[in-house]
C-alpha cells in the first residue's frame, strides 16, 4: 500500500536553480494537489488537477508550474528557486468529488540559501 | 472566497481530560464538506473525521466527535480521554462540494500533559 509518495523527503538549493519535486499515487485518484505548509500559515493551495492533462492554479501559483501526463503522477517544478519557496510541500490525492479524504504524501522539506 | 478560522494557536489538555479545538469558515456555498486532519511531528497528514454540511447529526469517531453549527458556520472538534498521542497539530479544513482541494486554517497545537 503505496498510497501518495513524494521525493525527495529533503532538498537545500540555492537560489536560482531549478528542481522538481515528485510525486506519486497509486489508487487511480483523478484529483490531486499541491500545497505549501509555512509556520502559521496552514497548508496554501499552489496547484491542483482534476485529471490528466488538466492543471490550474491555487492560491498561490507563482514561482511554480505543474503537468499532468498520466493519472499516478504529477509533478512540481520550481523553475529558478527563491528564498520565499522554503517550505514543507505536500502532495495529496483524493478519489472524486464527495467528502472522500484527501491522502497526503510525506512531505518535502525544501530549503532555499 | 473561502476563509477558515481557528483562533487557538495553541492548546493544552491533561492526559484523559477533554478538549475542544475552535473553528470557524466563511462561505456562501449551501453543499460543502469539513475535515479536521492531525499532524503529529512525523509530518503525515491524518484525516480525523469529516462532516457532510447536509447532515444534521455531528460525525463521531471514537473519542473524537464535532459540534457542527451551520447557521454559525461553526466546526469544532472535541476530543475525549486525550492520550500523549494525540498530541500534534490540527487542522481544520473546507471543501465545497464543487471544490476541487481543501481549504486550511492556520492550525491549533495541541499539548497533551501527564
Known amino acids: 500500500n503505496a498510497g501518495v509518495t513524494q521525493t525527495p523527503k529533503f532538498q537545500v538549493l540555492k537560489t536560482g536553480q531549478s528542481m522538481t519535486l515528485q510525486c506519486a499515487q497509486d489508487m487511480n485518484h483523478e484529483y490531486m494537489s499541491w500545497y505549501r505548509q509555512d509556520p502559521g500559515m496552514g497548508l496554501r493551495l499552489i496547484h491542483y488537477s482534476v485529471g490528466a492533462g488538466i492543471t490550474d492554479q491555487g492560491e498561490v501559483p507563482n514561482g511554480y508550474n505543474v503537468s499532468r501526463s498520466t493519472t499516478e503522477d504529477f509533478p512540481l517544478r520550481l523553475l529558478s528557486a527563491a528564498p520565499s519557496q522554503t517550505s514543507v510541500y505536500f502532495c495529496?490525492?483524493?478519489?472524486?468529488?464527495?467528502?472522500?479524504?484527501?491522502?497526503f504524501g510525506q512531505g518535502t522539506r525544501l530549503t532555499v540559501v | 472566497a473561502q476563509t477558515v478560522t481557528q483562533s487557538q494557536p495553541e492548546m493544552s489538555v491533561q492526559e484523559a481530560e477533554t478538549v475542544t479545538l475552535s473553528c470557524t469558515y466563511d462561505?456562501?456555498?449551501?453543499?460543502?464538506?469539513l475535515f479536521w486532519y492531525k499532524q503529529p511531528p512525523s509530518r503525515q497528514m491524518i484525516l480525523v473525521i469529516r462532516q457532510e454540511a447536509y447532515k444534521q447529526q455531528n460525525a463521531t469517531e471514537n473519542r473524537f466527535s464535532v459540534n457542527f453549527q451551520k447557521a454559525a458556520k461553526s466546526f469544532s472538534l472535541k476530543i475525549s480521554d486525550s492520550q500523549l498521542g494525540d498530541a500534534a497539530m490540527y487542522f481544520c479544513a473546507y471543501r465545497p462540494r464543487s471544490g476541487y482541494a481543501l481549504n486550511f486554517g492556520k492550525g491549533t497545537s495541541l499539548l497533551v500533559t501527564p
Open positions: 462561505t456562501s456555498e449551501s453543499d460543502y464538506y
Open positions: 495529496a490525492s483524493r478519489r472524486d468529488q464527495g467528502p472522500t479524504e484527501a491522502f
